[in-house]
């Protein structure tokens, strides 16, 4: 027997004797179960440990496993994280957002993983509209990816791209319409940068998902790339959803340091090093 016949076996089990908790009861044993630790020396020190990280401390255990709720607690999380590499980002949100589609030369979800390369360049199709439908000699260019994950984008770029745009637009900063980019690695926002001509290049891409959360975003940035830019020469803020650095203050911080990017003329280490010398 696997271990989702054992889940559903338990749970029918339970439901026949009247135990089985209300939804909210679910959604709560869920997102946080409780500690489980059997007579806890300092349960004072487990609380605070828990309260102040995501990660599976203080959980207890029977014999060598853990026990049965934060087992499901695990296997929701992992499912969780499956979901938002495998699903694609809905395209109902993509229109009502009016971004453009674009793909990169991962024919399939298998080659995104695979070929790293396939993901960082444009397919031709897609080369062809970013020429004849975007400026040229703009200060930014914005793209969206799924990335690793769909969860990313669904959950955050409804709050974090408002909030960029009308920061951007109150600095008087030039800039064309986003466009969004199926199964994208972060250096194909190289190639739109120099298709545009744009100073300063920035992509919204889903995290490789974890156990803690699925939804977590990164944004990365890039002045004027060259064939000889390295990793270093590349900004990136990263842990961009509702636990970490809320999407809507991410927005307008990153349209804050966009502006100082484009005034020092850099990104990356140098930004860093220039920054700190000017204040």
Known sequence: ?????????????????????????????????????????????????????????????????????????????????????????????????????????????????????????????????????????????????????????????????PALLQGLQLKNITMNPPVYVKRARVWLQDEIAKLVDCKLAIILIGERPGLNTAESMSAYLIYRPTDKTVEADRTVISNIHEAGLAPVEAGAYLSEIMAQMLQLECTGVTFMRKKTATN
């Open 1 to 161: 027997m696997d271990i989702e016949q054992i889940v559903e076996t338990v749970l029918a089990k339970i439901q026949q004797q009247g135990r089985l908790p209300t939804e909210s009861q679910q959604t709560m044993q869920f997102n946080e179960p409780a500690s489980s630790v059997d007579e806890p020396l300092n349960a004072q020190i487990i609380a605070h440990a828990r309260a102040i990280t995501p990660a599976r401390i203080g959980i207890g255990h029977t014999g060598t496993r853990m026990k049965t709720a934060h087992y499901l607690h695990f296997r929701v999380d992992h499912a969780a994280a499956q979901d938002a590499v495998y699903q694609e980002v809905d395209e109902a949100l993509l229109q009502r957002l009016q971004l453009p589609i674009l793909h990169s030369n991962a024919k399939d979800l298998k080659q995104y993983l695979m070929d790293l390369q396939a993901g960082r360049t444009l397919a031709e199709t897609s080369t062809s509209w970013v020429k004849q439908h975007l400026k040229k000699h703009i200060d930014v260019q914005i793209i969206i990816s799924n990335g690793l994950s769909s969860a990313a984008i669904e959950a955050n770029i409804e709050s974090i791209l």
